[in-house]
């Protein structure tokens, strides 16, 4: 009993996020006019999956205590660069997939180093890094176009055995490949107490410049897969600013919302995949009952804020809450 009180205790926050997304999407299910279809279904797993996988990469920054600014522009550049290689032959696609990916990872690559051997501040290092890979993104493709295969494209944003979003099995399968080996790993620990305690995890021994050069690689390489994943989903590139930014902001959102502590240490990614589901389900909430979607950053203020206010709840049960700042 005990033990089962102290997981819930450490995943309430991945848990409720579960649970709202739930109400919110099954309301969305029994206002709307579609109701249970498997258009329906697939519409809104692809709609939400380029966010979590964004989401996921901002998580795995900010555990380290840092927050990377550059994630939607990686996912810009990314999908650019997509647009231009992912088409052909077969092995022209495997080899534009792999190209893709590798430019994710080595933007996450250059965050970490300057951050690491810079010793610069991670919101400062990814403001300008930012700024770089969408000004990469505008010299491919300045204006939205572009190509990628049609079959493969078909195959990934549509539904398996009838009635499981193709989309879904894609966020899972990154998540059993990328971020579970990394969860269980030595420097996945690693990157949790250099988040938790930086000094002292080096006193201990931990590599923390290891640690969060593996945070920053792994966060622009799954960046680079939704990059990859909207290019099927629009089967072009495009290299608009103001989507890298929203995603941005809206990827930290969700990690708030997901129960990751934005002082690092603590949070996964099952909860950020939750927040990013529960936001993009606002949009959906609004149009099933009618109401403007210009109203979506309401909702999601409202969302984050009663997210935030929950994380702080702690401070309450305090006896003395100038214990908050010993």
Known sequence: MTNVRIWLAQNYAPILAGLVFAAMFA????????????????????????????SMAQTLVII????????????????????????????????????VLLAGALAGLCNGLLVVFGRLPSIIVTLATGSIYSGIA?????????????????FLTSHLFGAIPTSLVLLLAVVLL????????????????AGSAESAAYMSGVSVSRAKLVAYTLSGLLSGIAGLFVT???????????IGGAYTLNSIAAVVIGG????????????????????????????????P??????????????????GAVRIFRLRNRMEVFQ
């Open 293 to 310: 979607p210009l109203w979506q950053p309401l909702f999601q203020g409202i969302v984050l804020l009663g997210a935030v206010s929950l």
């Open 232 to 242: 099927f989903v629009t089967y072009s590139g495009d290299a608009g600013a103001t």
């Open 138 to 154: 505008l010299a491919i493709r300045p204006t939205p176009g572009g190509s990628i295969n049609e079959d493969l494209a078909d």
């Open 64 to 99: 380290t205590r840092g927050v990377d600014l550059s994630a939607g522009m990686i996912f810009i550049m990314t999908n650019c660069i997509a647009s231009a290689l992912v088409t052909g032959t077969p092995g022209e696609v495997a080899l534009g997939i792999c190209g």
């Open 260 to 291: 990751t502590s934005l002082y690092g240490g603590a949070g996964g990614a099952f909860g950020s995949i939750f927040g990013a589901f529960t936001l993009r389900t606002i949009d959906d909430l609004l149009l099933a009952f009618g109401l």
């Open 27 to 54: 309301t969305y299910i029994t206002k709307g006019s579609a109701g249970w279809q498997v258009a329906v279904l697939d519409t809104a797993a692809n709609k939400a999956v380029a966010l979590a996988l964004i």
């Open 178 to 193: 990328v971020w579970v080996p990394f969860r269980m790993s030595v420097v996945g620990r690693h990157c949790y107490a």
